[in-house]
């Protein structure tokens, strides 16, 4: 059997369960390579695996585990967790991996696998080739690395106080001298993996909570629910009088809120307060903040003005927690809700991220909707077509040739981005103007050149 040379992408594994690369054979496969790779020494190690609420989560959990007990490791269940969760636990617990089972914002029909090594970030791309090569071998019958004697072989075992922990570990992130009490806060669970921890935190510091999106069937994970539809949260907090609200994603690595007045408030406008907030107090590291090329413009300005340095990487968290470890950095994000707090763990975490806007907003006695106008955004437009192949953009000379009139045309005051998607079969059009008329006349110059090019439609 003869599968692609190339299954891990910017976020890890990812596609369509039952269909190469997520079936049960790749991940029993990549169960032991994780296991081959990553095992030190001849002492006991272990594995903590955790997974979304996707129906096809109870499979590759199962082909995992078997995987990684083949090698000799002994795996720790959690069962539904939040990413960042088996993220803090992997280094928590002492384990040698943490394996997360999710397809975070996609549809239930997707699910992934991400790893993150003993420190709880994710596996260096060196050491993810590494477990892909041994992936290969495996799948190709080309050879495995060497088998325990049954004796040695891995046990599973459940670990029923995950949730606990990471509870505490969260309500530790909140500033001890304050609590929730007083503030009304609806909370959309996206049907995912936050569906018991997220109130659980909220309501224990003291919150009021109106809670939806936390009845998950196996198939309704994201399904109009979550982060990308904050529209949800607004209409409550519009007809409840709700002080905010907090969507989170279906494995629960990104946030998006909404302020008392039904506006949504997005990643950037997250990491402008809270970079305000830490700068005010001495504990921007550095003053700089690391954002992603799609963060509005609008940021980069309001950040300028209060001397706090922007870095943009390419998009993908995993590159803006690269470009944060190099350089010593402690906050960072992206637009679509993952913010990075490495001071308090080591991956986007929703739950943590949404917690320090509280604090500013505790501390500072102001309402979310005064806090956002630290930021004006531009504005953006953003076009996303579905494509079959991802042929390099520089091949397309009508492409190339169209990009540098649109950019030409925009000038200094606009900004322009073409980039597939790391993760699904999508390019994306971001266009960013003082001209909204310019701007859109811009964006669909470019999409239909990108249709007559690579033959895309509108997603």
Request: net charge negative.
């Amino acid at each position: 059997m003869s599968i692609e040379r190339k299954i891990f992408g910017t976020d890890g594994v990812r596609g369509v369960a039952n269909a190469e690369p997520m079936t049960v054979e790749t991940a029993l496969a990549i169960g032991q390579g994780v296991a081959a790779v990553l095992k030190s020494g001849d002492a006991r190690r272990k594995v903590i695996l955790g997974k979304d609420t996707r129906l096809s989560g109870y499979m590759f959990e199962n082909a995992l585990v078997a995987g990684i007990c083949s090698m000799g490791l002994d795996v720790l269940v959690v069962g539904p967790l939040p990413t960042p969760a088996v993220a803090f636990l992997s280094r928590n617990m002492r384990c040698e991996a943490g394996i997360v089972i999710s397809a975070s914002h996609n549809p239930f029909q997707d699910n992934g696998i991400k790893i993150f090594g003993r420190d709880g970030f994710k596996l260096a791309d060196a050491t993810e080739a590494q477990v892909e090569k041994y992936v290969f071998e495996v799948m190709n019958g080309e050879g495995s690395a060497p088998r325990p004697e049954p004796g040695q072989v891995g046990r599973a075992r459940r670990i029923d106080d995950a949730p606990g922990r990471y509870i505490v570990f969260l309500k530790n992130s909140f500033p001890v001298p304050y609590t929730l009490d007083g503030l009304t806060i609806g909370i959309d669970c996206a049907h995912g993996a936050t569906y018991k921890v997220a109130p659980a935190v909220f309501s224990e510091l003291g919150a009021e909570i109106k809670v939806i999106g936390n009845q998950p069937d196996g198939t309704n994970i994201n399904n109009g629910v979550g982060a990308l539809h904050p529209e949800n949260l607004a209409e409550i907090i519009k007809a409840d009088g709700v002080d905010l609200g907090l969507a989170f994603d279906g494995d629960g690595d990104r946030i998006i809120m909404v302020d008392e007045n039904g506006e949504v408030v997005d990643g950037d406008e997250i990491m402008a307060i809270c970079a305000q907030d830490l700068m005010s107090r001495g504990q921007l590291k550095k003053a700089t903040l690391v954002s992603t090329v799609m963060s509005n413009l609008g940021l980069e300005i309001a950040l300028r003005e209060r001397g706090i340095r922007m870095l943009r990487t390419q998009v993908g968290d995993r590159y803006v927690v690269e470009a944060m470890r190099a350089g010593g950095y402690n906050l960072g994000g992206e637009q679509s809700g993952h913010i990075l707090f490495l001071d308090h763990n080591t991956t986007g975490d929703g739950i943590a991220s949404a917690l320090q806007v509280l604090g500013v907003m505790v501390r500072t006695g102001k309402p979310l909707s005064e806090l956002k106008k630290i930021m004006q955004r531009l504005p953006q437009v953003l076009i996303n077509l579905k494509v079959s192949d991802k042929p390099p953009l520089s091949q397309s000379p009508a492409l190339v040739k169209a990009m540098e009139a649109a950019e030409k045309r925009l000038g200094e005051d606009g900004r322009l981005l073409l980039r597939y998607s790391g993760t699904e079969p999508k390019l994306r059009i971001m266009v960013e103007a003082l001209d909204d008329q310019m701007m859109n006349q811009v964006a669909q110059d470019l999409k239909e050149v990108v249709v007559a090019e690579l033959g895309g439609r509108e997603a």
